[in-house]
């Protein structure tokens, strides 16, 4: 009986063992490179601090060769304030396993790339007020 339970136990714990997500791997690569970003920050204000901690990074990824199982992999935060995109590089497989931080890049914006990118997101913004509204009516039952 004894060896019975133990079979059962293992033969549980090796299925449980490989059932890891690629969200899994892409939350732990993430929580990686912000852990990464904080320590490589020491004079960040507690303002972006904050904001680096309670914000999920975009994530930007290349491919390293054409059809190649790995890539370039970063994770980005845009800072509301200086304007700057700070941005955590990496390799792994795409499946974000054994994902890395190499080095945290700076990215500075012309004047005219910041007013770009708040023409894009003002433009974003207005789409998904549009798409909620839309949401908001099939779910009241009306028709516009």
Sequence with gaps: MYKVKLVFVLITSIFLWGCASDEYF???????????????????SPKNKTYINYTYPDILQSPILPGAD?????FAWSLPSPKITLL????????????FPVRVIFK?????????????????????????????????????
Excluded: P
């Excluded at 790995?70 to 970063?74: A, E, I, K, N």
């Design 26 to 44: 892409r939350d732990e690569a993430a929580e990686s490179a912000r852990a990464f970003l904080l320590n490589d920050l020491k004079h960040i």
């Design 70 to 74: 790995s890539s370039q992999l970063c």
């Design 88 to 99: 955590v590089y990496g390799t792994s497989k795409n499946d974000f396993k054994a994902w």
């Design 108 to 144: 500075n914006y012309t004047k005219e790339e910041a007013e770009q990118m708040e023409e894009i997101e003002l433009e974003e913004s207005i789409k998904m007020g549009e798409i909620s509204d839309e949401v908001s009516a099939r779910e009241s039952g009306y028709n516009f």
